[in-house]
């Protein structure tokens, strides 16, 4: 099948979503998690080469969802991750949709993908996660009122980590989609990879202001979900030192009490 009618495309176009989607969150299970100094994790993964092989296969907006969809729901069966899954879900969505929109764009009207268009376009997709990536862990470890210099200290290891996983990416995603364009050129699929206009009649000026109020506000309240958390966390933290230092110096007490063979009098939670 070589063409395929509207309503096939629409169906296509879904299943591409859907397809697109749990490679993205399969791909975000093969990883190594790496912990970094200041009470945060993070992660070498196969997740960014199915972001950027989504976009630069499928083209901006089905490229652009099915990363934020499968990362963002990888996000949220991870208890570590779960309150960032609204900004995981913008960020990656920024990587797939620049680097679909830029394929597109080199590709030229008739669709002509080389070499050269296709690595430059996941580069610069990865490079645009990375910044939004960096800047919500600093802006977060700022927020909880770490110093700037400690949570710049904090993210390096987060530089090099999305270094690899960038590089990774590219590497990966670049001949998977000569290869997968070759395999479904005779497929239904190749109408959607070839599409020559993606923008539909109510992408306008208004939607794209919404859009945009839409995602500054969702990043903004998960910056401010993700510092409450930390600095509960860090409260938690703080008292359990706190109580374990108390009991430290009862041991002890109880200790010397023992070698001196006299009676401590009782506190008031032990007389209770």
């Known amino acids: 099948m070589s063409s395929a009618t509207t309503q096939n495309k629409k169906l296509l176009k879904l299943v591409s979503v859907g397809l697109m989607a749990a490679l993205v969150f399969v791909g975000n299970y093969m990883q190594i998690k790496i912990p970094v100094s200041i009470g945060d994790v993070t992660r070498v993964h196969l997740g960014n080469s199915m972001c950027l092989l989504a976009g630069l296969l499928f083209g901006p907006g089905i490229g652009g969802l099915a990363s934020g969809i499968g990362a963002g729901l990888y996000d949220l069966f991870d208890p570590v991750y779960i309150i960032s899954a609204p900004y995981t879900f913008c960020s990656k969505f920024a990587m797939g949709f620049v680097a679909g929109l830029l394929n597109r764009k080199?590709?030229?009207?008739?669709r002509h993908y080389k070499p050269w268009?296709?690595?430059?376009?996941?580069?610069?997709?990865?490079?645009?996660?990375?910044?939004?990536?960096?800047?919500?862990?600093?802006?977060?470890?700022?927020?909880?009122?770490?110093?700037s210099g400690a949570a710049l200290v904090a993210v390096l290891p987060k530089i090099a980590t999305?270094?690899?996983?960038?590089?990774?990416?590219?590497?990966?995603?670049?001949p998977l989609f000569f290869a997968l364009k070759k395999a479904l050129s005779h497929t239904g699929f190749m109408a959607i990879i070839n599409e020559k206009k993606e923008a539909s009649g109510w992408w306008n000026p208004v939607t794209v202001i919404l859009t945009a109020y839409c995602?500054?506000?969702?990043?903004?309240?998960?910056?401010?979900?993700?510092?409450v958390s930390k600095i509960e966390k860090a409260q938690a933290e703080k008292e359990a030192a706190v109580?374990?230092?108390?009991?430290?110096?009862?041991?002890?007490?109880?200790?010397?009490?023992?070698?001196?063979?006299?009676?401590l009098p009782e506190t008031e939670s032990k007389a209770e």
């Open 243 to 263: 109580s374990q230092q108390l009991a430290d110096y009862e041991a002890k007490l109880d200790y010397l009490a023992d070698e001196l063979n006299i009676t």
């Open 215 to 227: 995602c500054v506000i969702t990043l903004a309240f998960t910056m401010y979900l993700s510092s």
């Open 106 to 110: 080199l590709a030229g009207e008739e």
């Open 117 to 147: 268009g296709v690595i430059l376009s996941g580069v610069i997709g990865q490079l645009v996660y990375i910044f939004l990536y960096l800047l919500k862990s600093y802006v977060s470890l700022r927020l909880v009122g770490t110093a």
């Open 162 to 174: 999305s270094s690899v996983n960038a590089i990774a990416a590219v590497v990966i995603s670049v």
